[in-house]
């Protein structure tokens, strides 16, 4: 159990890095918004790359920083039963819902999105607006993030194993306070 546990310390970590990628973006996504309007409607210069790296951006945002979000515990749940339940049935709860329905639902979204990255690889897939950019960097963030989730996944279940066991304590409160 300690290796796992290891393991999912790694995981954890892994998770911060993409969640600081995730950060990132967004600080980029202001500025290149704000330099893109200022160029436009100040000097009457535009492009499309430049509209188009902020929707790659947003993706990123999104994409890049689930696990995090899933890590600090912050993802929405329907909490009409989970808040009224001790912390092992609680355990229990989130141990049913990774297994039955988070960690298939990554697995299953990694794998099919996999073939459209692929293709935009292997094809050089450009955007169709005149000045747009490749494709598949932003295809690419679709399973990187899917199995980024999956992988943060697995990290909580086996914390949620360890604590049924009695080996590790694990937060179960709705939102973690800040660390």
């Known amino acids: 159990m300690r290796g796992l546990i290891a ?3 790694a995981i954890d970590r892994l998770s ?15 500025l290149i918004s704000a330099a893109t309007a200022m160029a436009r409607y100040g000097l009457g210069v535009g492009s499309n790359a430049w509209l ?20 600090r515990n912050e993802h929405v749940r329907v909490d009409l039963v989970y808040m009224t339940v001790g912390a092992r049935t609680r355990l229990w709860l989130d141990t049913f819902g990774l297994v039955v329905f988070l ?47 999956t992988l943060q996944g697995l990290a909580d279940l086996v914390r949620r194993v360890a604590a049924l066991r009695g080996v590790v304590a694990v937060d179960t409160t709705y939102v973690r306070p800040e660390q």
């Open 103 to 149: 960690l298939p639902g990554m697995v299953l979204m990694a794998l099919l999105s996999w073939p459209g990255f692929w293709e935009a690889w292997v094809n050089h897939e450009v955007s169709d607006s005149p000045g747009g950019l490749l494709r598949w960097p932003a295809k690419l963030l679709l399973p990187v993030g899917f199995a980024l989730v």
């Open 16 to 30: 911060r890095f993409f969640g600081m990628l995730a950060a990132a973006a967004v600080l980029a996504a202001c």
């Open 7 to 9: 393991a999912a310390n």
């Open 52 to 71: 188009e790296i902020q929707w790659y951006l947003f993706g990123a945002m999104i994409l890049l920083g689930g696990a995090l979000t899933l890590q």
